[in-house]
């Protein structure tokens, strides 16, 4: 069956000048503009489209990826506000989101970037986003485990540091202690839940623990060394900023990584920067600050 705010995988059953029509099982047939025929496409075959409602609410398909689809959360830009209907959102569809009034607090203004929960209106089974965020989290207790990962959503900069939402289900928090940069709240990013409380509170990492955290980073910094011609202009008193852009990890777990290829033998340090010992003959010069990479 097609679900309506959701992609779904439907099977062509009629080519038209307007496009193709796809099975929507109960919804009956849903046209495939033409524009969004993917290349190659032959009758018969099925595609992966996503279905919502036109602006004359008839449902039509489309190959584009709105930012969420219905029960996720997402970051939306305010495009306009109707004096009677609600704000319109950007969520990168042709037709724009509904954020009712009814659903908005407090109420936003045009260029805001709120957070969002989409879902259907239950009186008019529309698409409609909501700011009452809280009532579409899990009630569940989380059941993660130490160092599991996750998919986090920033929606909430805190003294402590940033609530995010974890998997489009529960609420977490990443220390700010923890974060070698400031982030910038909607962005999606990955993270790794540390632990989870008694209270089901979630506390979140951006970096693995343990092995886990540093064994893919050395490798990571290796394939950059091979990449750079052996050497790099990055060692553990580099900026945290440029060390999450280009590596994604914190400062903190870049030094464990710098240590552990320090012990292996196979880097040394510049001074500033780091240099591949297969690639030559560059002297130790960091030897005395092993201990600073424990």
Known sequence: MALIGQRNLLTSVKETPSGIYLDGDEHGEILLPGRYIPRGFKMGDKVDAFIYCDSEDRLVATTDKPLACVGEFACMRVKAIHERAGAFLDWGLPKDLLLPFREQNPQVRVDQHPIVFVMLDEETNRIIATTLINRHLSKEHPSYLEGHPVDLLLIEETPLGYTAIVDNAFRGLLYRANLGAPLELGTRVKG??????????????????????????????????????????????????????????????FKQALGALFRARKIVFLNPGIQSVADGNATDTHAAAESDHE
């Not at 064994?215 to 999450?244: V, Y």
């Open 192 to 253: 790794f839940v540390k632990s989870v409380r008694e209270d089901g509170k979630i506390d979140l990492s951006l970096d693995a623990s343990g092995y886990a955290r540093v064994a893919p980073l050395t490798d990571a910094i290796m394939a950059q060394l091979l990449r750079a011609g052996g050497r790099l202009n990055f060692d553990d008193s580099s900026d945290p900023e440029a060390i999450r852009s280009r590596f994604g990890a914190s400062k903190k777990a």
